[in-house]
């Protein structure tokens, strides 16, 4: 089972506690999990094995005679240096391809940033109503700079701030960038 990935570090804790708390285990005063950052800039949260283990025995208990028969299959298992192994095999686990984008909104990231290296000018971000009007200013700069083509405008122009508007702007402007230089190695 895929395990969810959460877009912000204190997401995945918050469901770490209620994951730890809905088991009956959660401590207030310990930490019994750990938040993990993906490469794609989201975040998991992993149970200590210590608690999964017991709660596992605790509502089966055939995983326990499990749990004693992999301790001993692994007892028997001489160790492997599976670097050595992969070297004289010829594969090593950075010849894997890639594995592609989960989710919606990675999937359509891809998408973007694949049509940007094909020197694609993308579309400029929709800015609602709500948002800073410096940022729908930068981000309607940018679109000018790139439908002119130049490179050097739209790497000029500096976003600072960290709200989702800028954010947005900050991706609008980096595919940009790499369209433009795809436009410009062709």
Not at 25 to 48: M, N, R
Not at 158 to 183: M, N, P, Q
Request: proline share 5%; aromatic share 4%; charged share 25%.
């Amino acid at each position: 089972m895929a395990q969810k990935s959460y877009t912000d570090r204190s997401n995945a804790r918050r469901a770490a506690k209620k994951a730890l708390t809905k088991l009956g285990c959660f401590d207030p005063d310990q930490t019994d999990y750990k938040i993990i950052e993906q490469a794609d800039g989201t975040f998991v949260f992993e149970l200590s094995a210590a608690w999964t283990a017991s709660v596992d025995m605790e509502q089966n208990p055939a995983t326990k005679a499990q749990a004693k028969a992999q301790e001993a299959d692994a007892a028997a298992i001489p160790d492997v240096d599976v670097q050595a192994v992969a070297e004289a095999a010829g594969t090593l686990a950075t010849d894997a391809p890639a594995a592609a984008p989960q989710g919606k909104r990675a999937e359509a990231q891809a998408k973007a940033v694949a049509a940007a290296e094909a020197g694609e000018i993308p579309k400029m971000p929709a800015c609602a109503p709500s948002a800073q009007p410096a940022n729908v200013k930068r981000a309607q700069a940018i679109h000018d700079a790139a439908q002119a083509g130049d490179r050097a405008a739209v790497e000029a122009i500096e976003i600072t701030g960290k709200a989702h508007s800028a954010d947005r702007v900050r991706r609008y402007r980096d595919l940009v960038l790499v369209a433009l230089k795809a436009k410009e190695g062709a």
